[in-house]
């Protein structure tokens, strides 16, 4: 039995006295010292939650109910009050939280699903690739320095409050070492890359630390002092008249004369209107405006913002004389097969919708064509033309509009709204192959034209 001195009683013990509780002001001080608070915490406890006899002749003393803790504390043991099993149990935050879980839950956020389906593809792609670093991956200290130890059955793999600065640096490095480029010809991945990882990582954590259940694991300032890898700028040549020239030739060499009035188009469009790759394959023949007076084209760019961009004669009659010989008679010989599904007074307005909501550009089997189909002809024809020295893509055709159209006059501010940039930073990188002798040839004096 254990025996624990009774130090809060007006009469020792062995006297024959009656003892009584002393007053709360008069508590012996002895009960307040480290060595007996623990006793002293657990038998608060137990007066808590020990459930007593409710009886009208019950004379329970403060005394009697320490008895009561003794010989339960002595049946356990001598061990004090366990915790109640009924208590919802809760989840440590020190426990840590999954890298993989959290982008997760990130990628089906409702604004997310808002990005275009090219910019979520990279979005699933690189946080597929970074949760599964993290998740094979365990961090080591030595001293000051980090490192990341591969081990794919790892117990301690990298967790989200671990995410700074130095753990994506260290991804990173993971991925110059293991990763190397799709494009054929090079031997190292772009540093454009590296910071497209980076900056859809920092996205993620950004997230992470607004939302309420991950911003106990990451904070606002690890996101800020996450800085993106160096990026070694390149300058895209554009395509010279002589280039252009030879890859309009080279359409006459494809197997079909649909193919080549289609590709003569596609030329045109890009040349003439600086499209990007998606709002060329994307285009609706509804939004192409033929008008001898007033031609152009009216585009979804991105952030889902419409822009129109004019067209030259030459580029008006070459998507006219494609639609004419070649999408017209498609798209009536398609509706002809719905003519049985509804009525006559219906088939014309059917008629005018099907027209205006077709895509403009198809393969050779009819389908819409798509952004790795449009890839694929331009270089096809790059290679038809011999093209040196100038990578032959849909987006060269776009600098080469942008180039062209501040050689012929025009000024950077027109250019930014043609182009639907956010701003000019970004359209000035277009420029950065305009030589400084040509920005000084086309230049006019102004005090001659005062």
């Given at each position: ?91 440590e935050e020190f ?120 911003s106990a694991h ?175 893509s849909p987006h ?55």
């Amino acid at each position: 039995m254990l025996s624990v001195p009774d130090w809060n009683r007006t009469s020792a013990p062995g006297s024959g006295d009656v003892s009584k509780p002393r007053p709360a002001s008069q508590a012996d001080p002895r009960l307040f010292q480290p060595s007996t608070q623990p006793i002293m915490f657990s038998y608060i406890s137990f007066l808590s939650s020990y459930d007593r006899p409710q009886s009208t002749t019950s004379t329970s003393t403060p005394a009697t109910s320490f008895s009561f803790f003794l010989i339960y504390i002595t049946n356990n043991g001598g061990h004090p009050m366990p915790k109640d099993p009924r208590r919802i149990k809760r989840q440590e935050e020190f426990a840590g939280m999954p890298v993989a879980e959290a982008i997760h839950n990130y990628l089906h956020d409702p604004r997310l699903k808002r990005l275009s389906p090219r910019t979520r593809e990279e979005y699933v792609y690189e946080l597929g690739v970074f949760g599964q670093w993290c998740t094979h991956h365990t961090l080591e200290q030595h001293g000051r320095q980090w490192t990341a130890t591969a081990d794919h059955n790892s117990p301690h793999p990298v967790m989200l409050h671990q995410l700074n600065d130095r753990t994506i640096d260290l991804f990173v490095e993971h991925i110059r070492a293991t990763h190397r480029p799709w494009k054929a010809g090079r031997q190292e991945m772009s540093s454009y890359t590296f910071a497209g990882y980076v900056r859809v990582i920092k996205s993620f954590l950004s997230w992470c630390a607004r939302d309420d259940e991950y911003s106990a694991h990451i904070t606002p300032l690890a996101v800020q002092r996450i800085e993106k890898p160096r990026v070694i700028e390149t300058i895209i040549e554009t395509f010279t008249v002589e280039q252009i020239t030879a890859l309009f030739d080279a359409c006459d060499k494809e197997t079909s004369e649909h193919l080549q009035i289609r590709n003569r188009a596609i030329l045109s469009v890009l040349l003439d209107a600086g499209l990007r790759a998606t709002e060329l394959v994307t285009l609706t023949i509804g939004n192409v405006s033929l008008d001898p007076k007033d031609a152009y084209v009216r585009v979804l760019g991105k952030g889902s913002k419409w822009g129109e961009v004019g067209l030259g004669e030459q580029s008006r009659r070459a998507i006219h004389k494609y639609i004419r010989l070649y999408r017209e008679p498609t798209l009536s010989h398609e509706l002809e097969q719905k003519r049985q599904q509804v009525s006559p007074r219906e088939l014309a307005q059917v008629s005018r919708q099907y027209m205006a909501q077709a895509v403009l550009f198809v393969n050779r089997c009819g389908d819409p064509l798509t952004r790795s189909g449009l890839g694929r002809i331009i270089d096809r024809l790059g290679e038809r033309a011999n093209i040196q020295g100038v990578r032959c893509s849909p987006h060269t055709f776009r600098h080469t509009f942008a180039v062209n159209f501040i050689r012929q006059g025009g000024n950077i501010y027109k250019l930014s709204r043609l182009l639907r940039h956010s701003s000019i930073q970004v359209t000035e990188e277009y420029l950065k192959s305009l030589k400084q002798s040509e920005a000084r040839r086309d230049a006019k004096s102004v005090l001659d034209n005062l």
